[in-house]
Nanobody
Framework: EVQLQASGGGLVQVGGSLRLSCAAS????????IGWFRQAPGKEREAVSC????????YYGDSVKGRFAISSDNAKKVVYLQMNSLKPEDTAVYYC????????????????????WGQGTLVTVSS
């Protein structure tokens, strides 16, 4: 059974940092794109960042470029999202998702087509 387990959310002050983790199980992890998405109350889901385990290419949404960094530990099957310089508008439930044999940009742009989703982890940035 494919499982994606997101963790690491919490309450942080403006300008602070958090690192989210997405632990994958039940699939090979090779040749997958895995991404982070977020949804704030009353807003549509937004692509944050995606990474391809095939070629390590990454994609970032415009609102997080320069502040967030996605990485993976393929041996542990974990994808991380390092979030720095957090802003109140980063407050949302963050989800990780994955699909096979697609590139990182496609994964982020076409999130509705992704096969596997984890539960969310809440990030709250207080001002």
């Amino acid at each position: 059974e494919v499982q994606l387990q997101a963790s690491g959310g919490g309450l942080v002050q403006v300008g602070g940092s958090l690192r989210l983790s997405c632990a994958a199980s039940g699939f090979s992890f090779d040749d997958y794109s895995i991404g982070w998405f977020r949804q704030a109350p009353g807003k549509e889901r937004e692509a944050v960042s995606c990474l391809s385990t095939t070629d390590d290419r990454t994609y970032y949404g415009d609102s997080v470029k320069g502040r967030f960094a996605i990485s993976s530990d393929n041996a542990k099957k974990v994808v991380y999202l390092q979030m720095n310089s957090l802003k109140p508008e980063d407050t949302a439930v963050y989800y990780c998702a994955a699909d096979y044999f697609i590139n990182a940009e496609y994964a982020c742009r076409e999130d509705k087509s992704l096969d596997y989703w984890g539960q969310g982890t809440l990030v709250t940035v207080s001002s």
